[in-house]
């Protein structure tokens, strides 16, 4: 087998590191095997495969600037499209390049009418597909998902690839339950059995959320739990693929009554798998809320309280800080901490009213037993009223607000200071 052929196959097998390593070599050879041009090309796949969209448009200028006529090869075309729309969906927020998917269209477009023989033309379509996707045009995504299933293409796994995305469309854009799962289906049997059984595991996670997301929480948790069996027993899955599972299986979870112990223990396993961030993380804002709510759930109110103000901790700008801060007054609460449950409360009234945000009756209901539970009855009376003011008339609870109501308005009228 030649150089360039080991080198491509060391790419086909997912051996990136190795396929670098024989790719410097090359390059550090006096006489070369394989034109240099066609090394740096090979040496960008590489790149684009581990996440490095910016190295990889590197080695294609170098590459270009050997030999301008590469600029004609579908290969090297197909490389540098991949490359500005990983570059794209790899961008930190705010700082998206919307220049790096307007390139990739274009290419992605020249290449369907420039070169239908393509080898790979299947792939070509699929990607452009994906970018539709992106651009909120469902409909012309679909149509290129189902060009790429009727195209060549060196990926193996190229229909699986399509349905799965075919079915997450229906569901998210269409709102088609069904069909949606019907097209995962599809996928599953598609999927090649050579192929990395990580793929999958996200393809059972789709399912678990799609399901969730529809309510059937039985068959989401089964979903989810089959996931989470899979990539265990994958010998050498990547701590990433394990991380995401675990989080997206504690999302499907944490929807279903009596799983709380199970989200517990998978939240735990997934801070063990993840290093600890420095700063703002919202995937560990997130993480911690659902513990929190579980650990509250379970009675465990004192680690529940931790759980939420480090969930505010990880996303000082959290959107529903309000309701956290609620969540975290009904623990301190339950835990007889009365005081610091008044603590919250005022201070989500406070984020409320600084974001003119709406404030649910139940703030103001528990409100109103903190200030009680203090012996702060006129200010438990002003409270019960609001909660009154926002509940609506048919909710069984205004029978409770309006029973302690009258509690504090008696004890208030008995109290020595108020009364």
Known sequence: MSA???????????????AEIAIAKELRADSHGIAPHDLLTLRARAKLY???????????TRARALDPTIAQDPEWLEVLADSHLSRFELSAVGLVERVDIQQAETLYRSLLVDYPDYRNIGWIAYQLGRLLAIKNLPDDAMAMFKQAQLSRSVVDALPAYCLERMGYIE?????????ALDYLDLA?????????????VQLYLLRGRILRDSHRLAEATEAAETALKMSASIRKASRSLQRETLFTACEILSRSAGGEKRVVELVEQFFELSRRPQGIDVTWSRAYEMLADALA????????????????????????EVSILYRTAAAYYQHGDYQRALNALVHGLDVARAENQAVDFRHYD?????????????????????ALQLVPRSDAIVDKILHYRAFA???????????
């Open 4 to 18: 360039l052929s080991t080198i491509r196959a060391l790419l086909d097998q997912g051996q990136v590191k190795k």
């Open 171 to 179: 569901f998210y854009e269409y709102r088609h339950i069904q069909r």
């Open 409 to 419: 308005l008696e004890k208030g009228s008995h109290n020595p200071v108020t009364g």
């Open 297 to 320: 759930s379970l009675g465990r109110y004192e680690r529940a309280v931790d759980a939420y103000l480090a969930a505010l901790q990880y996303n000082p700008y959290h959107p529903w």
């Open 188 to 200: 599953f049997r598609a999927y090649p059995t050579h192929e990395d059984r990580g793929w999958l």
């Open 366 to 386: 528990l409100l109103g037993n903190a200030h009680y539970a203090l012996g702060n009855y006129p200010e438990a009376v002003a409270a019960y009223d609001q």
């Open 50 to 60: 581990t996440s490095r969209p910016e190295g990889a448009i590197d080695d294609l």
